[in-house]
Structure formats: structure tokens, C-alpha cells
């Protein structure tokens, strides 16, 4: 019940903010596959290579083909993407666009380094607000924090608890992919294995770390929500 009155308060604050704040899609575009992205002559696997772009490659969308692939990756998600025309360094050419993606690339190589950061470096924090549905309050302060960003990304905080915090970022206009080939690069800087699992029932991404653990959703009209438990 808290969790649904969660969501009716975020939908109406979504769409308040939408009225100011128009959320659209790039022609920008980044490769975030680890290992890189071939640019090919023609759409498909086979199409002849041109070059291969690293993580992080900046691309820009040219328009969409008549090609997909179906891929497996994430723990057993499996998802279904286009090829798409794009331009690369002056080069046009194809790719597959799974693992592209308007997202802005994790460029730091600190091992301690956290999803905070990252929103902190590419988003404008525009304002805050504090929530209170349970009556929880630590030192007078409500437990819920939320922070709107310009680009349209939410951040929603629970630190009540001295155990564990939980924090969870609404992404507007992506795809679970997406979230998860950021997370994915986030946590390969940490030295701890990582287990990733993924629940067709419930449609989520599960990602555990050493001391974090991270949860891949979608959200029917609001994009894709990250929940981040530490603790």
C-alpha cells in the first residue's frame, strides 16, 4: 500500500514536472558495451566490418533499419534491439543498438566509485523535496527525500534506518538495458565479484555486489527504476 501511494505521489510530481520540463531522446548516442561496438558496411552480424568503437565512443543516430537481433545478456534477460544507421568519427555506418544507448558513459576509473557520483557529474539537480508517508522521522527530519533533476531523472531516498539506505532513480524514456550496461560498467571498477540474476516473473535485474545490492525494473508510464540497497 506504501509502495502505491509511492507511485501515485511520483506520478503526479512526474507530471507537474513534465510541464516545465519536456523529456525527449537524443540523436547522441554512446557505445556502452565493455568489450566495444562494430561499426559494419551493412546491417547484421555479417556485414563487413569498418571499425570497431571502444566504450564510451560518442555516435550520432542517422535513422533506423529494418534489422533486429535478439540477444540474451544480464542474467538471462533476453531483449530484442534494431540496427541502426549512425556516424562515427566521420564514418557512417551500422550497429546494433542493444548496447548503445543516450545514457552518458562511466568515464572514472575509481574503484570507489558510486552511482550518486555519476548522477552528480552528468545531471542538474533543479530542486528537493521531503515526503512523509509513514510518520518515520530521524532527529525531526522526514525519512524521504526526493531530487529532481532537469533532464527529467528522479532520485528518491530512505535513510531512516542506521542499518541500510535505500535509494531509488527513476530513469523517464530508457530501457532496462540501458540502466543495467551502466551498472554493469559501474561495478566492474570494484574489485568483488558480482552476481547478476534476472526473474522473468517479475521482469527484474537483480545485481548483487560486496556491500550493495541493486534492483532493474520497469515501471509502467514512468521509464525504468533503479533501487539501490547498501547496508
Known sequence: MKYLITLIAFSLATFAF??????ERSDVLYVHAQSGLKLRETPGSDGKLITSMPYGAKVKFINWT????????FGGYEFSEGWVEIEYKGKRGYAFKGYLSALKPILSDQKNYWIRQYIEENYTLVYTTNFNFDGKKENGK???????????LLRESNTC????????????????????????????????????????????????????YYTIMTVHGLGVMLIADFG
Open 18 to 23: 513534465a510541464q516545465v520540463h519536456d523529456v
Open 66 to 73: 529494418n534489422s533486429s537481433l535478439k540477444v540474451k545478456d
Open 142 to 152: 522526514s525519512c524521504h527525500r526526493w531530487e529532481y533533476y532537469k533532464e527529467g
Open 161 to 212: 534506518s542506521s542499518e541500510s539506505w535505500t535509494f531509488r532513480y527513476h530513469f523517464p524514456n530508457m530501457q532496462m538495458r540501458e540502466v543495467a550496461l551502466l551498472m554493469m560498467k559501474l561495478l566492474s571498477l570494484k574489485d568483488h565479484p558480482l552476481h547478476v540474476e534476472y526473474n522473468a516473473e517479475t521482469n527484474q535485474i537483480f545485481i548483487e555486489g560486496e556491500l550493495e
